[in-house]
């Protein structure tokens, strides 16, 4: 487990001098006028955690990373996790490789939370454009917590004493050419609270996803299905969203405990090859006010 101590929010919400660009009132940032392969970097890790604790997503443009540069970003941030898609003789076993072109339509669109089959879910990731069509293959960022907001008080209430159990069989069995049964000896079915609460800022979060999610403890099976598919569609609102469009040496870093995200499948037949790196989380909880 790799996660960042509680800050107080005058602390943990200080960007310093970074150069910030918000793409939209709710969610998401740009900084400028920055380089992340400078040997100092180091030194702006707390300003750069701010603006993502901050705006939820975080983005860079014009890096020029190597491989192992990006991985070094990464672990200032904590503990790298190893996907199981990854290859097993891959060198930089750390990054997780996404390209799709002629041979391969994406299929990361829909809206998700990385890897919410975890006992502890990623605190975030970081991912790369390597290479990128002409036009096409943006990825848009939802915020959870105003998707919380907005629910009803009653709603609220009643989500926040949930658990909901999620499945990696439910995205990647076919992927990995694996059954259920042998995904879940490595992988067992893990239970989450509906309504997670951020560990740092201490914020709500609506947290079940099309992905992962399989269904409500405690619900009938027709109940939890229209309680997930309700709570699925507050991301389809456009008020809390940002959309990043990429060019090459473009760079997003997301916090995966507040926010979910969507890759635009529109570029086939084109080629998008992408890099990430996924920072290790903690075991999500719920706390009232």
Same mark, same amino acid.
């Given at each position: 487990?790799?996660?960042?101590?509680?800050?107080?929010?005058?602390?943990?919400?200080?960007?310093?001098?970074?150069?910030?660009?918000?793409?939209?009132?709710?969610?998401?940032?740009?900084?400028?006028?920055?380089?992340?392969?400078?040997?100092?970097?180091?030194?702006?890790?707390?300003?750069?955690?701010?603006?993502?604790?901050?705006?939820?997503?975080?983005?860079?443009?014009?890096? +020029?990373?190597?491989?192992?540069?990006?991985?070094?970003?990464?672990?200032?941030?904590?503990?790298?996790?190893?996907?199981?898609? @990854?290859?097993?003789?891959?060198?930089?076993?750390?990054?997780?490789?996404?390209?799709?072109?002629?041979?391969?339509?994406?299929?990361?669109?829909?809206?998700?939370?990385?890897?919410?089959?975890?006992?502890?879910?990623?605190?975030?990731?970081?991912?790369?454009?390597?290479?990128?069509?002409?036009?096409?293959?943006?990825?848009?960022?939802?915020?959870?917590?105003?998707?919380?907001?907005?629910?009803?008080?009653?709603?609220? +209430?009643?989500?926040?004493?949930?658990?909901?159990?999620?499945?990696?069989?439910?995205?990647?069995?076919?992927?990995?050419?694996? @059954?259920?049964?042998?995904?879940?000896?490595?992988?067992?079915?893990?239970?989450?609270?509906?309504?997670?609460?951020?560990?740092? @800022?201490?914020?709500?979060?609506?947290?079940?996803?099309?992905?992962?999610?399989?269904?409500?403890?405690?619900?009938? +099976? @027709?109940?939890?299905?229209?309680?997930?598919?309700?709570?699925?569609?507050?991301?389809?609102?456009?008020?809390?969203?940002?959309?990043?469009?990429?060019?090459?040496?473009?760079?997003?870093?997301?916090?995966?405990?507040?926010?979910?995200?969507?890759?635009?499948?529109?570029?086939?037949?084109?080629?998008? +090859?992408?890099?990430?790196?996924?920072?290790?989380?903690?075991?999500?909880?719920?706390?009232?006010?």
């Amino acid at each position: 487990m790799a996660t960042m101590a509680k800050l107080e929010p005058e602390t943990a919400l200080d960007t310093g001098d970074l150069n910030l660009r918000p793409m939209t009132p709710t969610i998401g940032a740009e900084i400028l006028d920055i380089d992340l392969a400078d040997p100092d970097i180091g030194q702006r890790i707390p300003e750069i955690r701010a603006a993502l604790l901050k705006h939820g997503v975080i983005f860079f443009r014009d890096q +020029k990373l190597t491989a192992h540069q990006h991985i070094a970003f990464g672990r200032h941030f904590g503990e790298l996790e190893i996907h199981p898609a @990854t290859p097993k003789k891959q060198a930089d076993r750390e990054i997780l490789h996404i390209a799709h072109g002629p041979e391969s339509r994406g299929r990361e669109n829909m809206w998700h939370s990385d890897v919410t089959w975890r006992p502890e879910p990623s605190l975030g990731s970081i991912l790369r454009a390597v290479e990128v069509p002409e036009v096409g293959g943006d990825t848009l960022f939802v915020d959870m917590n105003r998707a919380y907001e907005m629910l009803s008080p009653e709603m609220q +209430k009643f989500c926040s004493g949930l658990t909901a159990v999620h499945d990696i069989a439910r995205v990647f069995g076919k992927r990995l050419n694996m @059954t259920p049964e042998q995904l879940h000896e490595k992988y067992p079915l893990q239970s989450h609270p509906v309504i997670r609460t951020h560990p740092e @800022t201490g914020k709500q979060v609506i947290y079940v996803n099309r992905a992962f999610t399989s269904h409500i403890e405690g619900l009938s +099976k @027709t109940e939890s299905a229209a309680l997930i598919e309700h709570l699925c569609a507050t991301a389809s609102n456009p008020e809390i969203q940002c959309r990043f469009r990429w060019e090459g040496g473009s760079m997003a870093f997301w916090d995966n405990r507040i926010c979910q995200h969507f890759a635009a499948s529109d570029y086939f037949p084109a080629v998008r +090859k992408m890099e990430r790196v996924t920072i290790a989380g903690d075991k999500p909880f719920y706390k009232g006010a």
